[in-house]
Each structure stands twice: as structure tokens, then as C-alpha cells.
Nanobody
Framework: QLQLVESGGGLVQSGGSLRLSCEAS????????IGWFRQAPGKEREGVAC????????YYESRVKGRSTISRDNAKKTVSLQMSNLRPDDTGVYYC????????????????????????WGQGTQVTVSS
């Protein structure tokens, strides 16, 4: 069973940067499409960024586009979300999610900001941006 672990959250001032990381013990995330989601207090979980499995094409929610970069570290077998110029409304719990696998058939195509696209979820990491 794939278990995802997020790290890198914390408290940062408005305009600051954070780098979130998603990893899984004993699994190579290069075989999975990965999504990052944010759940702000009292709000629904929403997609922020995702990266496809086959061609590593990234997709961003409009609010974070230009301020965030999702990328794979193939050596470490992790997926990171680099966020800069953070704003107070970026505050929330950030989750990584995965779908696919080395032997997945069929192989998921692309990635998505939809919760239902993903089979595996981490426990989340808190990001708080102060004004």
C-alpha cells in the first residue's frame, strides 16, 4: 500500500517561500501522477498543482500559476512543490495525492485537480502565511 508523506510546511511571512516535498517509502513516485491540494480552514480541498506520469507536464491552478513550481526529483523519487511570493490566502493544509503505479493498467493519463482522480493521499502538512 502506497503511503505518502508530506513535509516542508511551516509558518512564513507574506511574500516568503516554502518548498513542500512528497515522498513514499519503498515506492518510486516516478510511476505515479501526483497532485498537490490545499484545504483552507472551513473550505473544501482544492487542487493547486499536478504533474503527469508519462511526460511530466505540470498543471497549475490559476491562483498559483507563476508563483509555484511542481517538479520531480528522480534521484530521490520525490515530488516537490516550490511556492514563492506566498499570500495569506495560501494558508491551509497541503496534501499530496497519487494515482498509478509501476504495474498500473491502464496507466492514468495526465493529471488532474479533481480529488476523485487520485487513489492515495498523505496526511498533509500545514502552511501558514502571516500578513
Amino acid at each position: 500500500q502506497l503511503q505518502l508523506v508530506e513535509s516542508g510546511g511551516g509558518l512564513v511571512q507574506s511574500g516568503g517561500s516554502l518548498r513542500l516535498s512528497c515522498e513514499a517509502s519503498n515506492f518510486n513516485l516516478n510511476y505515479y501522477a501526483i497532485g498537490w491540494f490545499r484545504q483552507a480552514p472551513g473550505k473544501e480541498r482544492e487542487g493547486v498543482a499536478c504533474i503527469s506520469r508519462k511526460d511530466d507536464i505540470p498543471y497549475y491552478e490559476s491562483r498559483v500559476k507563476g508563483r509555484s513550481t511542481i517538479s520531480r526529483d528522480n534521484a530521490k523519487k520525490t515530488v516537490s512543490l516550490q511556492m514563492s511570493n506566498l499570500r495569506p490566502d495560501d494558508t491551509g493544509v497541503y496534501y499530496c495525492a497519487a494515482v498509478g503505479g509501476e504495474y498500473a493498467n491502464p496507466t492514468p493519463w495526465g493529471c488532474s485537480h479533481q480529488i476523485s482522480f487520485y487513489d492515495y493521499w498523505g496526511q498533509g502538512t500545514q502552511v501558514t502565511v502571516s500578513s
